[in-house]
Nanobody
Framework: EVQLVESGGGLVQTGGSLRLSCAASGFTFDNYGIGWFRQAPGKAREGVACINGRDGSTIYADSVKGRFTISNDNAKNMVYLQMNSLKPEDTAVYYC???????????????????????WGQGLQVTVSS
């Protein structure tokens, strides 16, 4: 059974940092792209960052470039999202997701896809207070 389980969310002040973790099981990391996504109340889901499970190459949304860092540890089947310089507009439910074509699609289109991804975590809340 495939599972993606996020952890590390919570409440932080503007300018603070959080590290999200995504524990994956049931599939081989090397063959997948893994991404972090978020959805704020009343807004569409947004792809924040994704990583190629095989070579570790990364892609970021413009809204988080320079502030967020995605990384993976294939030995532990973990993907992380280090979030620095957090802003109130980063407040959202954050999800991790995996799909074999995720990174390739993001690379070729210039945009992290949010539809038709095979596996999703349950999401967790990140709240940045002003």
């Amino acid at each position: 059974e495939v599972q993606l389980v996020e952890s590390g969310g919570g409440l932080v002040q503007t300018g603070g940092s959080l590290r999200l973790s995504c524990a994956a099981s049931g599939f081989t990391f090397d063959n997948y792209g893994i991404g972090w996504f978020r959805q704020a109340p009343g807004k569409a889901r947004e792809g924040v960052a994704c990583i190629n499970g095989r070579d570790g190459s990364t892609i970021y949304a413009d809204s988080v470039k320079g502030r967020f860092t995605i990384s993976n540890d294939n030995a532990k089947n973990m993907v992380y999202l280090q979030m620095n310089s957090l802003k109130p507009e980063d407040t959202a439910v954050y999800y991790c997701a995996a799909d074999p074509w995720l990174h390739h699609t993001a690379q070729t289109t210039g945009r992290i896809p949010i539809h038709d991804l095979i596996y999703w975590g349950q999401g967790l809340q990140v709240t940045v207070s002003s």
